[in-house]
């Protein structure tokens, strides 16, 4: 707003540097028998309320500052005049500021003269209300759930509302005014509001409105599309464009006289258009992708299957140094389809780099010194026996630690005096061990006791058994063995050797004993056997067994054999140990 200069009987206004600051222009005017009323001042300011404050009066609106020479204003009201009175005339400034010292006319010596008293004008005109709001009216079928909201009266707007209704139908007007001194601006009222009301019958509502369908197969000659059928509550109509079978199909829903459709109950018109694209050749086998993923490495592989006509292969190795994932898919090639279930892909793995658990070592195991069969007598070596069969060498380490010895195995046999020793099997780089076996073991090889050259023979021998058949009964034969006896089941007295046959299902143990001390037993020959004799279940009822028995003579055969067998064997091994 610009300030408006007031000259007041003429008086002429001198600007002083330093005793006015000018926010708007002041006038000076003389006293008359009114200036100094505010009902003078509130007449020439329509609209406002004015208030007057003499030199010492506390006032809400400012101060008298600059050693009583001046009025500041303060705050933020809506200032419309400040008339400032000193000496025989008025300053008056229309609109003043907030913060802005204003001096009287100055006197006859050309000074500012000491305030006399000061009156300040504030607007008190509210502004034009610029929004009404409007009344609402709902009109549904019948009566009873019609309505009409009248907003509530305000401190600038009034409302009034005339009910013509005569059982519920009629109309209803809603009108709005400006409380007394307030105004509408332009545009802002938009009343009276008017709505008549209706006893419309209320339709039937139809809450489902089932939907249209379509199958479009390549080709034209299985394309379909299904229409539901008209009911009481819903009509359907078909618009079918399709010429030769290629075309659009729109399917359109509405309500039946006296029905509506619920909100979102119908969710068409429902369109589709068919094609005549060609039917793709259906593949039914989609080889898969595989994949090897050993420990390490070295090892893993995958295998995508190679391209055909029908399918193409796509394969995305992230692999870095041998770890990450590998990705097969498969898709149609043109004019293909998969048929369903078909595909299981894409087909994926991970590949690690995990150590390579070794689970295959077999306990170490120790061997006494013992006496030599042949020679002077001098006691063969003890030794130890590590497990580096197969890859085992590449993967384990077996360290011997004991007394003066403590290496690295190289080899499996390990001659070593007799003491007690510590064996631990360590894993190479690249394979870890079987966390659930032992891998460090305290074994003792024994010595041997006064080692004189054995004279007396040593000596092996069998016993073996047949089960018993449904044809014929089972049988034991214990080889007739120069030096050796036979004890039957814990019996204490020899049995001869022979064949025996068993009729029925039972348990024999047998012992073997030397005559004396003029043989010794072979090393590792066995002296005891346990034979469990079976009756079988599922035999057929047959005729009575006939004929001659050859199983002793041939069992004999067997037993003489056997004993050749063992006794080449036996030697073998003690050539062996020698060797060692």
């Known amino acids: 707003m610009k300030s408006k200069k007031l000259l007041a009987i003429g008086s002429a206004m001198l600007l002083v540097a330093g005793f006015v600051s000018l926010g708007a222009s002041p006038a000076n005017a ?3 028998s009114n200036s100094n009323e505010v009902t003078y001042w509130q007449n ?20 008298v500052t600059n050693d009583q020479k001046a009025v500041t204003l303060s705050g933020s009201s809506t200032w419309v005049a400040l008339i400032v009175n000193g000496g025989s005339g008025d300053t008056v400034i229309a609109p003043p500021e907030s913060g802005v010292a204003y001096y009287p006319p100055l006197n006859n010596g050309g000074q500012p003269p000491t305030i006399s008293h000061w009156i300040v004008c504030i607007n008190t005109t509210p502004p034009p209300v610029t929004t009404v709001p409007a009344a609402t009216f709902t009109d549904v079928c019948g009566i009873a759930n019609d309505s009409y909201s009248a907003p509530a009266d305000t401190a600038s707007i009034d409302y009034s509302t005339t009910d013509n209704r005569v ?31 209706t006893d419309e019958v209320c339709p039937t509502e139809v809450t489902t409105v089932p939907v249209a369908t379509f199958t479009d197969m390549c080709g034209t000659a299985n394309d379909s599309y299904s229409a539901p059928a008209d009911t009481d509550g819903i009509h359907y109509s078909v618009v079918d464009s399709r010429v030769d079978g290629v075309g659009t199909v729109t399917v359109t829903a509405a309500p039946q006289s006296g029905y509506v459709f619920a ?3 119908y969710t068409g018109p429902w369109s ?10 259906e593949v039914v086998t989609v080889p898969l992708a595989t994949f090897t993923d050993a420990c390490g490495t070295a090892n893993d592989s995958y295998s995508a299957p190679t391209d055909t006509a029908e399918i193409d292969y796509t394969v995305v190795d992230s692999r ?36 390579c658990v070794v689970d295959n070592f077999v306990v170490p195991d120790p061997t006494d010194q013992s006496c030599s069969v042949t ?10 026996w590590v497990d580096l069969g197969g890859n085992l060498g590449n993967e384990i380490s077996y360290q011997i630690v004991g007394g003066t010895y403590n290496y690295t195995a190289t080899q499996e046999i390990n001659n070593l005096p007799p003491g007690t020793y510590t064996v631990t099997a360590t894993a190479k780089p690249g394979f870890t061990l079987d966390s659930s076996k032992a891998s460090s073991w305290t074994l003792t090889i024994g010595s041997a006791e006064n080692c004189d050259l054995i004279t007396h023979p040593l000596i092996s021998t069998t016993a073996t058994f047949k089960n018993i058949t449904c044809s014929a009964g089972g049988s034991y034969t214990l080889a007739a063995t120069e030096g050796v006896l036979w004890f039957v089941n814990g019996s204490s007295t020899p049995t001869a050797p022979g064949t025996y046959h068993v009729t ?29 004799f079976t009756t079988p279940a599922d035999c057929l009822p047959t005729l009575a067994f006939t004929g001659s028995d050859s199983a002793p003579i041939g069992l004999l055969l067997a037993g003489g054999f056997l004993l050749l067998g063992g006794t080449i064997i036996a030697f073998e091994r003690r050539l062996r140990k020698t060797a060692r």
Do not use: M, R
Request: hydrophobic share 30%.
């Open 44 to 63: 020439q300011y329509p609209g406002s309320t004015c208030y007057k404050f003499n030199l010492d009066d506390s006032s809400p609106y400012g101060a």
């Open 263 to 265: 909100d979102g109950a």
């Open 30 to 32: 003389d006293n008359d």
């Open 504 to 532: 029925s299902a039972t348990t024999v143990n047998i012992q073997a004993q030397t005559t004396g001390p003029d043989y010794g037993w072979e090393q590792d020959a066995q002296t005891s056997w346990t034979f469990d």
């Open 375 to 384: 020679g002077d007598g001098i006691p063969v070596s003890g030794y130890i």
């Open 272 to 281: 589709h258009t068919f094609t005549d694209e060609v039917c793709p050749i």
């Open 320 to 355: 870095v140094n041998g770890v990450g994932t590998v990705t097969v898919t498969a898709a149609p090639q043109v004019g293909y389809v998969f048929a369903d279930g078909a595909y299981t892909g894409p087909w994926s793995h991970t590949f690690t780099n995990a150590d």
């Open 167 to 197: 059982n519920g139908v009629g109309t209803v007007t809603v009108t709005a005014a400006p409380q007394s001194g307030y105004t509408f601006a332009d545009g802002a009222y938009t009343g009276p509001w008017s709505h008549t009301f």
